[in-house]
């Protein structure tokens, strides 16, 4: 067995284990501090949104690519003068094409800006593709995917609640699929990298991911605390950090399994590519799945443990556990008092003695047998002649 598997097994039979739930406050700190950064990043920076999503004019062009390729095209897009052109994106495409982006234009400016990447290119204005894009198509794509982002929660928090029979479960995933959703959108404010349908399409593939390893911690859950208010021995709190000490090596097998080869498709999309919709998906698969795997192991449980713990019943529970705690620690504790007790009292008594004579200055009284002095010097009892004793 190797090492990592002594370790779950050890995990699962509760001789090793790390107090997740006892530590909460921390985690929550550590997400708080997250969500913060990851809202201050939107407002602050905000998204970085696509050509499908503002509109514009797309235009990709083969060109062998150096390392003034993207300020050389921005420039001589820039001269053109076009009406409403702004700043254009450039970027390149591995080692031989280059794509510029602008804002909605003119049909006479889209020509010119065309003429001007051809005549930059090295290439006819025909080996120059444009496309129009609209930006109320990505509206609608934007508009959509938060349909689907409700109806996918509303469901969800049906489908758990009826699963589990419990409705604070329920309430514990859907804030842990806001927290994994929040964080994922900020990373992406905070990199740059550009929203496109791709990216929408891993927001909402990662919720996914992330329910299924919260699922998998709250039914070990509902194992360990299934009849729990009839005893003594366990709070809530105790079962559910049992749970989670119990699943998390899968969830951490299954979360790396995951992520090998979206990290690869984001190194492909990011390094190979340069651009386009691997790297979009990838990047939010792959921030989506390890942020999903942290919430399932330190946020979610622990939102059902301290709504559960709030519950009567639990309460009741929690002072029988701690009372139960209390006993045992006093039986302990009580042979060792015990025997404390009893070698404190043997010392009285031998030591009564000498103390009253040491308090009345007295010397001790002799015996009243005869004694004599040895050869040694030490008093020695005198017998009678053998004639005198009684018969």
Do not use: C
Request: net charge positive.
């Amino acid at each position: 067995m190797s090492k990592l598997g002594q370790i779950g097994a050890k995990l699962h039979r509760g001789e090793v284990s790390y107090d997740f739930i006892g530590h909460r406050k921390f985690w929550f700190g550590l997400s708080i501090a997250l969500v913060v950064i990851s809202i201050g990043g939107l407002f602050a920076r905000g998204l970085a949104l696509g050509i499908e999503f503002r509109g514009g004019v797309e235009y990709e062009a083969k060109v062998k690519v150096t390392d003034a390729t993207v300020q050389d095209f921005g420039d001589v897009v820039k001269a053109t003068n076009a009406k409403g052109l702004g700043d254009p994106v450039v970027t390149t495409i591995n080692n031989d094409k280059v794509r510029v982006q602008t804002k909605p234009l003119e049909q006479n400016d889209i020509g010119r800006v065309r003429d001007a990447i051809a005549k930059e290119a090295g290439v006819p204005s025909e080996q120059v593709t444009s496309q129009q894009i609209g930006a109320s198509w990505g509206q609608q794509i934007a508009d959509k995917a938060i349909v689907a982002l409700i109806v996918f929660l509303v469901l969800v928090f049906a489908v758990i609640w009826l699963y589990f029979r419990e409705a604070k479960a329920s309430m514990a995933a859907i804030i842990a699929l806001i927290h994994d959703v929040t964080i994922t959108v900020g990373v992406y404010a905070l990199i740059g990298f550009d929203v496109t349908p791709a990216t929408v399409i891993g927001v909402l593939t990662i919720l996914g991911y992330s329910l299924y390893d919260t699922v998998v911690v709250f039914d070990k859950v509902r194992e360990n605390t299934r009849g729990i208010t009839g005893s003594n021995r366990f709070t809530y709190s105790d079962a559910t950090n049992l749970a989670v000490n119990q699943t998390v090596v899968r969830s951490i097998n299954t979360t790396v399994t995951a992520l090998l080869p979206v990290g690869a498709i984001l190194v492909v999309g990011t390094v190979v590519l340069g651009t386009g919709p691997l790297k979009d998906l990838s990047l939010a698969l792959f921030v989506g799945i390890a942020v999903g795997a942290y919430s399932s192991i330190f946020i979610a449980p622990s939102l059902l443990a301290v709504f559960k713990e709030r519950e009567p019943g639990m309460q009741a529970l929690s002072k029988r556990v701690a009372s139960k705690k209390a006993q045992v620690a006093a039986a302990a504790a009580a042979p060792a008092a015990v025997a404390t007790a009893g070698a404190a009292s043997r010392t009285a008594v031998q030591d009564a003695p000498r103390k009253a004579e040491r308090a009345t200055g007295s010397a001790p009284t002799p015996s009243t047998r005869p004694m004599k002095a040895a050869a040694a010097g030490r008093p020695q009892p005198t017998r009678k002649p053998r004639s005198k004793r009684g018969k």
